[in-house]
């Protein structure tokens, strides 16, 4: 089945400092890809939706300078988290659409800390 | 109205036995429905898709799908300790091709007693 992959699995920074997560789709290519994030216990929220070759457009209360979204290549969306703060530690969760029923298939998921 | 609704859980079922999971959705517009498991720390994972009214089933899990009643339900048979999960809903808007919005319901959690 089609595989959506997610690098770093696991990320400690220090606050003040930007961390980038890659999404790559290994066997297809994904002109739109979702950024979710998920605290523990709680549900997936969708941050921002990764179109290629365009801006991304963000979910309301989503700070798209903080959050910043690149999606350079058919293959490739990158979610840069800048200046962290330790409340920004989650799991980010990448995810694209593939095939004629467009079904979400989800990367490994990125653990972030901020220390 | 939340856009798709499921009961948060816990949903405690015997080993051995059916678990029902069910998601209601508002927008008749709806196209496709999806059933993703999440274990604890993890990410979500596809189980099952339906697209048509009916059921559908693949080994021991079925997918229940009624348009009318805009209501999508995931029967789980057999039950297994290791099917402890929460379980997420997932309803796509529009037609198929293109950018479609995906809408997720908060999720089942689901406990399977040994």
């Known amino acids: 089945g089609a595989v959506v992959s997610q690098h770093p699995s696991w990320v400690i920074c220090k606050s003040g400092t930007s961390v980038k997560i890659e999404c790559r789709s290994l066997?297809?290519?994904?002109?739109?890809m979702f950024w979710y994030r998920q605290f523990p216990k709680q549900s997936l929220m969708l941050m921002a939706t990764?179109?290629?070759?365009?801006?991304?457009?963000?979910e309301q209360g989503v700070e798209k300078d903080k959050f910043l979204i690149n999606h350079a290549s058919l293959t490739l969306s990158t979610l840069t988290v800048t200046s962290a703060h330790p409340e920004d530690s989650s799991f980010y969760i990448c995810?694209?659409?593939?095939?004629?029923?467009?079904?979400?298939?989800f990367g490994e998921g990125s653990w972030l800390t901020v220390v | 109205q939340k856009e798709v609704e499921q009961n948060s859980g816990p949903l405690s079922v015997p080993e051995g036995a059916i678990a029902s999971l069910n998601c209601t959705y508002s927008?008749?517009?709806?196209?496709?429905f999806f059933w993703y498991r999440q274990y604890s720390g993890k990410s979500p994972e596809l189980i099952m898709f339906?697209?048509?009214?009916g059921d559908k089933e693949d080994g021991r899990f079925t997918a229940q799908l009624n348009k009318a009643s805009q209501y999508v339900s995931l029967l789980i048979r057999d039950s297994q300790p290791s099917d402890s999960a929460t379980y997420l809903c997932?309803?796509?808007?529009?037609?198929?091709?293109?950018?479609?919005?995906?809408?997720f319901g908060i999720g089942t959690k689901l406990q399977v007693i040994p």
């Open positions: 997932a309803v796509t808007v529009g037609g198929f091709g293109g950018y479609q919005k995906v809408t």
């Open positions: 066997d297809f290519q994904a002109t739109t």
């Open positions: 339906i697209y048509s009214n």
């Open positions: 990764s179109n290629e070759g365009s801006k991304a457009t963000y």
């Open positions: 927008d008749r517009g709806s196209q496709s």
């Open positions: 995810s694209a659409p593939q095939g004629s029923g467009n079904t979400i298939y």
